[in-house]
Structure formats: structure tokens, C-alpha cells
């Protein structure tokens, strides 16, 4: 079992930055690979950024080179800074845990509470 918890969303106005972190219990942490997603309102969830067990990263051609994914497996904590904010990436921010390396939501074991990320123009 792995709880995942994030935190780090906020208000912040367009072209500004944030790092989101999720922070997760137990000693399996290594073993699993991390996704981010988001869902916006009225939208569908949507993968955004993933990390490997050993620190491969993928992710959304609509934030690549925007949005960076990092994990520091000793404090069990996988983090995604994001700059060049917009409007559009507002969304509530989902972190999960999948034992496979994937950006589909249904290969996902865990999931956090999410937290909610709004961009102002």
C-alpha cells in the first residue's frame, strides 16, 4: 500500500512558477514509477509527467520543456516544477504510483488527493 500526498499548488499569475511535491509513505517507493496528471474543470484526466524507477523522464508534448519531473528517493518525494505558466495549465494536479513506467491513468495503483493549481492571465 502506498499513500501519496500532494502539496505545493497555489495562485499564481501567468508566465510565474511552481513546484508541486507528493510525498509518499511507506519503504516501496523506489519501486514504483510516478506519474503526474490533471483535470481541469469539465475535461477529462490527462497525463502530464512521469518518472522511471531510475529516473527516465517523459512527458506531454503541451509542457514539455516548461514542466521539469524529479524524484529524491530518499525522502520518498517525487516533485514537478513547472514555469511558463498559463491559464490553460490551470487544473487540480494528481500525483500516482504505477509499477510500469506508462502515461495511461488506468495503470496506475495509487493516487493522491490532488492539489489545485490556478494560473491567472
Known amino acids: 500500500q502506498v499513500q501519496l500526498v500532494e502539496s505545493g499548488g497555489g495562485l499564481v499569475q501567468a508566465g510565474g512558477s511552481l513546484r508541486l511535491s507528493c510525498a509518499a509513505s511507506?519503504?516501496?517507493?523506489?519501486?514504483?514509477?510516478m506519474g503526474w496528471f490533471r483535470q481541469a474543470p469539465g475535461k477529462e484526466r490527462e497525463f502530464v509527467a512521469g518518472?522511471?524507477?531510475?529516473?527516465?523522464?517523459y512527458y506531454a508534448d503541451s509542457v514539455k520543456g516548461r514542466f521539469t519531473v524529479s524524484r529524491d528517493n530518499g525522502k520518498n518525494t517525487v516533485y514537478l516544477s513547472m514555469n511558463s505558466l498559463t491559464p490553460e495549465d490551470t487544473a487540480v494536479y494528481y500525483c500516482?504510483?504505477?509499477?510500469?513506467?506508462?502515461?495511461?491513468?488506468?495503470?496506475?495503483?495509487?493516487w493522491g488527493q490532488g492539489t489545485q493549481v490556478t494560473v491567472s492571465s
Open positions: 500516482a504510483a504505477a509499477q510500469i513506467a506508462t502515461r495511461t491513468a488506468g495503470s496506475y495503483d495509487y
Open positions: 511507506g519503504r516501496t517507493f523506489i519501486r514504483y514509477a
Open positions: 518518472i522511471n524507477r531510475i529516473g527516465g523522464t
